[in-house]
């Protein structure tokens, strides 16, 4: 069997169930390797693309002020590249079954840089819009890239290579709000998209030259047959249904906490300045550290039980999170639970899920992050209503309520599979 072959100790029973039937000559499996060198840079290409998505939130003020838009309006703009961003999950992801992966991850890498020049340029509230939708669709280069080096590294090392990938990802969120405040204090929000596109472009030209060459693609047919694929994949791989439901549970926490995190700490009570809590970002560095090695536990077969203790800490986090109107400290040690276990849960699923299909690890990959999508949307929704009607311990609640449906959801799972 082709499953017993992706992995250098026993799989998880999980896994073992879904990746049976596809043969290893099928699945396009590939004997390359990758140096701590080129992981390196995918991870930090990861990191700048990723910023991208995220260098608004802290700009929306100056934003509204440069093209006189209503403050109540400019949050559009975020929401404009997210929904960039899973237009590109659906549409462009999957182009690297079917493609030559290494020109993709090149093209996108420069459409992403005149995205961003045209952020810059923007004069007009539609045309901000518009640019801030390619940026999100642009950013979808991270789905390509974590496919891309899943492909390129041997099975033994596969889960720790996308740990230390996803390790980039992780640090590219926690700081591009720092970055992009600290970049406009110098030189204006716009300066931001400016420099973030020559950092495209120099990647780009790095790239070129490290890069290895890329395996063939394994999917055969047009376009149209690659999108039905992807859908098919729901249907037909177990284990892409339950990492994704995992996925869209884990998400939804991380979502609760820091869409609404801001609200209690900036209230009279504590009134922290956005610097200060901004700072609370680098406590996530925990999730960083955490993914590479879950990933390496995923290798020797421990990621269920990995998924397991990681679902049992993010429902303890909410517990001294709930105290932060008396505890600063409090809330520190509730964000490194959270921010350790989602990341480590997030590494263990792209690990079962590219060990299942390595011959649809694109598809996989856009499939999968649509449930994180998913998630943090609900996540941002449902918790700016409940704290907004029942105040931050309702929000705690809520939080821990969905993590604990998770870890019974883990528990189910691993009672029906004995």
């Known amino acids: 069997?082709?499953?017993?072959?992706?992995?250098?100790?026993?799989?998880?029973?999980?896994?073992?169930?879904?990746?049976?039937?596809?043969?290893?000559?099928?699945?396009?499996?590939?004997?390359?390797?990758?140096s701590r060198y080129q992981t390196f840079l995918f991870a930090v290409t990861c990191a700048m693309a990723v910023a991208n998505v995220y260098f608004a939130q802290p700009l929306l003020e100056s934003m509204?002020?440069?093209?006189?838009?209503?403050?109540?309006?400019?949050?559009?703009?975020?929401?404009a590249t997210q929904a960039g961003y899973v237009l590109g999950l659906l549409f462009i992801v999957p182009l690297g079954d079917l493609l030559n992966r290494k020109k993709l991850i090149l093209t996108q890498l420069l459409l992403s840089a005149l995205a961003l020049c045209a952020v810059g340029l923007a004069q007009d509230w539609g045309?901000?819009?518009?640019?801030?939708?390619?940026?999100?669709?642009?950013?979808?280069v991270v789905q390509v890239v974590v496919a891309y080096v899943a492909t390129l590294a041997l099975p033994e090392q596969r889960g720790e290579v996308v740990g230390t990938v996803t390790s980039g990802v992780v640090l590219g969120i926690l700081l591009a709000r720092f970055v992009s405040g600290a970049v406009a204090?110098?030189?204006?929000?716009?300066?931001?998209?400016?420099?973030?596109?020559?950092?495209?472009?120099?990647?780009?030209?790095?790239?070129?030259?490290?890069?290895?060459?890329?395996?063939?693609?394994?999917?055969?047919?047009?376009?149209?047959?690659?999108?039905r694929s992807v859908f098919q994949l729901y249907l037909t791989e177990r284990t892409l249904r339950v990492r994704g439901t995992f996925a869209l549970l884990i998400f939804a926490a991380f979502s609760v906490l820091w869409t609404s995190m801001v609200l209690p700490l900036s209230a009279p009570a504590l009134s922290l300045s956005h610097t200060q809590i901004g700072l609370f970002g680098l406590a996530g560095v925990a999730g960083a550290l955490a993914a590479a090695r879950a990933g390496r536990l995923a290798d020797r077969g421990l990621g269920n039980r990995t998924t397991g203790v990681a679902l049992l800490l993010l429902t303890v986090s909410w517990l001294p999170t709930a105290f932060v109107e008396s505890s600063l400290l409090a809330m520190v040690v509730g964000v490194v639970l959270l921010d350790f276990a989602v990341q480590a849960v997030h590494v263990t699923n792209q690990s079962?899920?590219?060990?299942?299909?390595?011959?649809?690890?694109?598809?996989?990959?856009?499939?999968?992050?649509?449930?994180?999508?998913?998630?943090?949307?609900?996540?941002?929704?449902?918790?700016t209503y409940v704290y907004a009607h029942f105040g931050w311990g309702a929000v705690c609640m809520l939080g821990a309520a969905i993590s604990a449906s998770a870890l019974l959801y883990w528990i189910y799972l691993e009672l029906t599979s004995r």
């Open 1 to 34: 069997m082709a499953c017993k072959s992706l992995a250098p100790a026993k799989m998880d029973a999980e896994t073992e169930k879904a990746a049976g039937g596809y043969p290893e000559s099928a699945q396009g499996a590939t004997t390359a390797t990758l």
């Open 64 to 79: 509204a002020t440069s093209l006189s838009v209503s403050p109540g309006a400019i949050g559009i703009v975020v929401t």
């Open 127 to 140: 045309m901000l819009l518009g640019a801030m939708m390619l940026v999100g669709l642009m950013a979808v």
């Open 185 to 227: 204090d110098l030189a204006g929000w716009r300066g931001v998209y400016f420099v973030s596109a020559a950092l495209m472009i120099g990647m780009a030209l790095v790239l070129l030259r490290t890069m290895p060459a890329s395996p063939a693609a394994p999917a055969k047919g047009g376009y149209l047959a690659l999108l």
């Open 352 to 383: 079962l899920i590219f060990a299942a299909r390595p011959d649809a690890q694109s598809r996989l990959v856009g499939a999968y992050m649509c449930f994180y999508s998913i998630g943090s949307g609900l996540g941002a929704i449902a918790a």
